[in-house]
């Protein structure tokens, strides 16, 4: 210590050794202070590494979560698509299956909480009010009244449809920013997620044929709107082939002309099929064969197109006589047979009768040429059992009551049993008319 500090006098050390502890003391509070910096900011490090790891791992989690769905999604069409083609695939396909079909395509795509199909038609006395009819729906239980019909051009379902486009949710935004335009909800109830119109192109123009609407799905598939256009493009093919099936269906069943059941459809299918129905529950069955008196004359003296003309009026007016479940049939040029299941021997009488006065006060154009002075019919009438077992036997026990009726002096209606029931000078009793209930769609009955 001599000589450390031998050059050092005792004054200078007074001042000396405060000064060294200050130092040392100063020291000591920086590196504490640096220390304290440099755990702070080890401290924010770990916490940043944390985020880090917890945004990475929602992100994974995320996108694991996406991959499924979209394994979802995949599996589920796998298993749903198949099915949905068969169906459409069949040549029994009738415009309601297809609802059935469009929701579980959709079902297996997005797996929505909503799902609404409506389905278009004309309106109003003139038919040019375009509608839309709710046809199936899931997850709205109860449909608010403002849901299940709407004008086309009417909120955002009418509106897609007046417009022909498919409509996401981020779409509406779009057209508000850009366009300037606000399209109101139908319903607050209604999630419109996705809304788009099932459309048909045909050769000059589009028929749009429906209205799909999905809401809250759980599956968001990557390209979904292309998804939704899938569905609603296997919805309108579903629709129009079923339609075209039913045209044709109703061609091969039906009398071009008349609109009555063909003689085939008649004898080999309905008819035959009613009377085994009404002889397993031992009921009656009626059947009324007639013809036009002095078609020929007609023909001859108006021309050809008059008389399909008249075989045209004759047919509408049959239509519109029949009580729900007569079947209606064009057996030969002008000859016309009515089958009434259920209905005994007077019964049938009587409604033979008041068709033949029907027709006799219809007035059709060009009756004033007949030799009748008017378009008449001649009849007649059998019923099972009493006069026959099997549709032949009643048609041919008929027939001979027709020919009965024109030997008679036409215009009048015969039973096979003899009864003559149209004699103008002792007329059965009139009976009520049957009205808007006794028409009947005849369509459906092949």
Request: glycine share 10%; charged share 25%; aromatic share 6%.
């Amino acid at each position: 210590m001599d000589h450390a500090f031998s050059g050092i006098s005792a004054d200078s050390l007074v001042w000396i050794v405060p000064l060294l502890g200050l130092a040392l003391l100063a020291g000591f509070l920086a590196g504490r202070s640096g220390r304290k910096e440099i755990l702070n900011e080890q401290g924010k490090l770990r916490e940043r590494l944390v985020r880090v790891e917890t945004d990475s791992n929602e992100q994974y989690r995320r996108a694991v979560a996406k991959m499924r769905r979209q394994q979802d999604t995949v599996s589920n069409l796998a298993l749903a698509l198949p099915s949905v083609v068969r169906d459409l695939n069949r040549d029994d396909l009738d415009p309601t299956d297809i609802p059935r079909l469009i929701l579980q395509l959709a079902n297996a795509i997005f797996e929505p909480r909503q799902i609404l199909l409506y389905g278009f038609r004309a309106a109003g006395a003139d038919g040019r009010e375009r509608m839309l009819t709710l046809s199936a729906h899931q997850g709205l239980d109860p449909v608010p009244d403002a849901l299940r019909t709407v004008r086309v051009g009417e909120g955002k379902i009418g509106w897609a449809a007046a417009h022909e486009l498919d409509m996401l949710k981020d779409d509406w935004d779009t057209l508000r920013a850009n366009d300037r335009l606000e399209v109101p909800n139908n319903h607050s109830l209604l999630a419109a997620d996705m809304i788009g119109p099932l459309v048909h192109h045909a050769k000059q123009r589009k028929h749009v044929l429906g209205v799909l609407c999905i809401g809250e799905p759980r599956i968001r598939p990557r390209e979904e709107k292309l998804m939704f256009q899938m569905v609603t493009n296997f919805g309108s093919l579903g629709l129009i082939t079923s339609l075209n099936i039913k045209k044709l269906r109703s061609a091969a069943h039906h009398d071009g002309l008349t609109g009555l059941l063909n003689k085939r459809c008649f004898l080999e299918d309905v008819a035959t099929k009613a009377l085994v129905e009404c002889e397993g529950k031992a009921k009656p069955f009626s059947i009324f064969i007639f013809d036009i008196d002095h078609f020929k004359i007609f023909n001859d003296t108006n021309g050809h197109p008059a008389g399909d003309q008249l075989l045209r009026g004759m047919g509408g007016l049959i239509r519109r006589h029949l009580r729900p479940g007569d079947l209606a049939c064009r057996y030969g040029g002008e000859e016309f047979v009515i089958a009434t299941p259920g209905t005994d021997g007077p019964a049938a009488f009587e409604l033979a009768e008041r068709l033949r006065r029907a027709i006799e006060a219809e007035p059709f154009e060009h009756r004033e040429s007949q030799p009748m002075g008017g378009v008449t019919i001649s009849g007649g009438v059998a019923t099972f059992p009493h006069d026959g077992t099997s549709v032949a036997e009643l048609l041919q026990r008929a027939d001979e009551a027709l020919y009965r009726s024109k030997k008679g002096g036409r215009n009048r209606v015969n039973s096979h049993k003899g009864i003559d029931i149209g004699d103008a000078g002792d007329s059965p009793p009139v009976i009520e008319d049957p009205g808007d209930a006794a028409s009947v769609d005849l369509t459906a009955r092949c």
